[in-house]
């Protein structure tokens, strides 16, 4: 029973943790979008020549 309740815990929190870095990534996105005047530049970047801090939250979120 507790083993079965792990597994629905700890699946849970894998799929709170892509959507947290989704949430990362486009914040921010949008907000280098809104500074830059353009999402031109940041489209380049995708999907793997972003930063790399950036790339590690685009990736968790792009399964």
């Not at 989704?22 to 972003?50: H, I, R, V």
């Amino acid at each position: 029973m507790f083993e079965a309740r792990k597994e629905a815990v700890e699946a849970e929190i894998k799929s709170l943790q892509e959507t947290l870095s989704l949430l990362e990534f486009k914040c921010w996105y949008y907000s280098k979008a809104m500074e830059d005047g353009t999402e031109e530049y940041l489209q380049a970047m995708l999907p793997d020549k972003l930063p790399s801090d950036i790339q590690k939250l685009y990736d968790a979120s792009h399964k």
